[in-house]
């Protein structure tokens, strides 16, 4: 089992930037294939990052490529979104999941994370 705790999120005007931060306990977090997703109001859960166990391979959503940096610090058990240039359509909460499955090619696929955090909201102002 792994827990997954977000903090970081908040409200900032549109251009502004925001670092969202995960930490895992449980199992031992290095083992684990890390995702950044996002839901809206009204809208599906939505794929943002992803990154290795090692942090060697990074993915990103077309809509926030060269915005948004995922990177990993297995030392401190933790996860990072860096978002820079936040639009107001970034709005939602964002949720950490962790996945076993180490297939690259799954990486946007919620159905391939084994657990999920609680979320933590982003609210970008116009």
């Known amino acids: 089992q792994v827990q997954l705790v977000e903090s970081g999120g908040g409200l900032v005007q549109a251009g502004g930037s925001l670092r969202l931060s995960c930490a895992a306990s449980g199992r031992t977090f290095s083992n684990y294939g890390m995702g950044w997703f996002r839901q809206a109001p009204g809208k599906d859960r939505e794929f943002v990052a992803a990154?290795?166990?090692?942090?060697?391979?990074?993915y990103y959503a077309d809509s926030v490529k060269g915005r948004f940096t995922i990177s990993r610090d297995n030392a401190k058990n933790t996860v990072y979104l860096r978002m820079n240039s936040l639009k107001p359509e970034d709005t939602a909460v964002y949720y950490c999941?962790?996945?076993?499955?180490?297939?690259?090619?799954?990486?946007?696929?919620?159905?391939?994370?084994?657990?999920w955090g609680q979320g933590t909201q982003v609210t970008v102002s116009s």
């Open positions: 990154i290795s166990w090692s942090g060697g391979s990074t």
């Open positions: 999941a962790a996945r076993v499955d180490q297939r690259w090619g799954l990486v946007t696929t919620l159905s391939s994370y084994n657990y």
